[in-house]
T-cell receptor, first 111, second 113 residues
Framework: SQELEQSPQSLIVQEGKNLTINCTSS?????LYWYKQKYGEGLIFLMMLQKGGEEKSHEKITAKLDEKKQQSSLHITASQPSHAGIYLC???????????FGKGTRLSVIA | KAGVTQTPRYLIKTRGQQVTLSCSPI?????VSWYQQTPGQGLQFLFE???????NKGNFPGRFSGRQFSNSRSEMNVSTLELGDSALYLCASSQDRGGQTQYFGPGTRLLVL
């Protein structure tokens, strides 16, 4: 089974609506990273969470890590076309190991 | 600071050939990791180099190899290319190893015919 599950796989929202993407780990996380990718391009770093209960925001994007450090959510408020892309969560399980990525959530924002 | 750069951006090869991809990390970053991204498997870790030493290796065949130079630049090589090697190859750099944020390059898209 996958170590890191992302849901939903794809999402179509109307411009101005809020949305949430979830990332669930089968093991306790040392750190959780959120990246955004435009199709066929590199990953853009959004946020990194490390402490249980931690919450970070950047512009209209907020990411949270639960107290048990096994689940994270990414919330976008008042979505815009510029938010469209693939959102990937990456897990650091031991602080000294390569990141394990979820399959990604493809977000489309329609006018 | 300039970001992570990768060359070439696009590459077309035929089965059986070999290919070398290059990655220049962010200035001051000493760790370079390589990932393969395909529609079916997603992002998969290939290997990580730190101070010219391979520190971690993913579950890929020996046809995939890499190295890092003293200036932290890294190359990866794939020999005897197979159709299934068609993918986006991403390089990421971080300041150090262990819990440091990785910053990704734009990737090299390899098509094997």
């Amino acid at each position: 089974s996958q170590e890191l599950e992302q849901s939903p796989q794809s999402l179509i929202v109307q411009e101005g609506k809020n949305l949430t993407i979830n990332c669930t780990s089968s093991k306790t996380l040392y750190g959780l990273y959120w990246y955004k990718q435009k199709y066929g391009e590199g990953l853009i770093f959004l946020m990194m969470l490390q402490k249980g209960g931690e919450e970070k925001s950047h512009e209209k994007i907020t990411a949270k890590l639960d107290e048990k450090k096994q689940q994270s959510s990414l919330h976008i408020t008042a979505s815009q076309p510029s938010h469209a892309g693939i959102y990937l969560c990456g897990a650091d399980f031991r602080g000294n190991t390569p990141l394990v990525f979820g399959k990604g959530t493809r977000l489309s924002v329609i006018a | 600071k300039a970001g992570v750069t990768q060359t070439p951006r696009y590459l077309i090869k035929t089965r059986g050939q070999q290919v070398t991809l290059s990655c220049s990390p962010i200035s001051g970053h000493r760790s370079v990791s390589w990932y393969q991204q395909t529609p079916g498997q997603g992002l998969q870790f290939l290997f990580e180099y730190f101070s010219e030493t391979q520190r971690n290796k993913g579950n890929f065949p020996g046809r995939f190899s890499g190295r890092q130079f003293s200036n932290s630049r890294s190359e990866m090589n794939v020999s005897t290319l197979e159709l299934g090697d068609s993918a986006l190859y991403l390089c990421a750099s971080s300041q150090d190893r262990g819990g440091q944020t990785q910053y990704f390059g734009p990737g090299t898209r390899l098509l094997v015919l």
